[in-house]
């Protein structure tokens, strides 16, 4: 692995860079004449900071955008790389379209160092969408995008790059916290996970935290699997919610932390996420 000016080499013209708000993982990857960015941070400013800081890699401009997912981290700062074509999955535009603006304004109370920023936004979803897998090209370079389920939403793309061995796994997994399940789907989250863990082959870069191998896929899959199971031994009344979070798969992490993914799997359990 190479380091340039804070972007990390991960694989052949392949580059992580960790941005400090949010611990997070912004990836690039070069073709002949082009680049392709993946995710486009929290606002049009933050969203400049990853043109401003890719000059330092390549002259060539951004072609192509894929986000991982709608949430205002990843999707937010889109509108500044126009135009660019934008990919993510089908359920990407339509969870924007319900959920953006709405979340602009309680972003703007919990975050405000960047209320300002927010202000400015256009909300500007993926034009071009797939539905379970799909191959772009980035200055003649492949680029292969999957969707192997629900899991932190409805959403979730994987990019790998067939000529590495470099997998883009957005929010489907996290380094250093537990995994963000306000979206999510806690039951399905699982398979989802271990079929992601099952492409990993050299480095997964999370949408948060330090990009790892295949353990710790492997490892993630697991306690999400441990979460869904707590849960449906809460719903069949053997364990209560409090004994629950003493057995959590995240122990390097208070227990009160699964108490929300808990209550989001028992709302899936009674037919109450769909």
């Known amino acids: 692995m190479s380091v340039a000016d ?38 049009h400013a933050q969203a ?34 126009r135009p660019a074509t934008i990919w993510g999955h089908a359920g990407c535009p339509p969870f ?22 927010l202000a400015e936004v256009v909300i500007d979803p993926p034009d071009q969408v797939f539905q379970r897998a799909t191959t772009i090209e980035v200055g003649g370079r492949p680029v292969e995008l999957r969707y192997f389920g629900r899991g932190h939403t409805d959403h979730d793309v994987v990019v790998s790059i067939p000529d590495t061995d470099v997998v883009f796994a957005g929010d489907l997994v996290e380094g250093g916290a537990i995994p963000y399940f306000g979206d999510a789907y806690p039951l399905d989250w699982p398979a989802t996970a271990e079929a992601l863990a099952g492409l990993v082959t050299g480095t997964i870069v999370p949408g948060h935290g330090d990009h790892a191998g295949r353990a710790f896929a492997t490892e993630q899959a697991g306690a999400l699997t441990a979460i869904a199971e707590l849960a449906r031994r809460i719903h069949a009344g053997e364990l209560g919610l409090e004994d629950a979070l003493d057995r959590t798969p995240f122990p390097e992490f208070p227990r009160d932390g699964i108490r929300a993914p808990l209550v989001r799997a028992l709302a899936q359990l009674r037919g109450e996420l769909t």
Do not use: K
Request: charged share 25%; hydrophobic share 45%.
């Open 48 to 81: 400049r900071e990853i043109l401003a800081d890719l000059r330092t890699l390549t002259a060539d401009p951004v072609t192509i955008v894929v986000d991982t997912h709608g949430h205002f981290d990843h999707a937010f700062g889109n509108h500044v790389f």
């Open 96 to 117: 924007m379209a319900r959920t953006a603006e709405r979340r602009r304004s309680r972003i703007a109370m919990d975050e405000p160092s960047i209320a300002a920023d």
């Open 6 to 43: 804070g972007w990390v080499e991960i694989g052949d013209r392949v580059f992580v860079r960790r941005y400090a708000f949010y611990d997070q993982n912004i990836g690039v990857v070069l073709g002949d004449g082009a680049a392709l960015v993946i995710d486009t941070r929290s606002t």
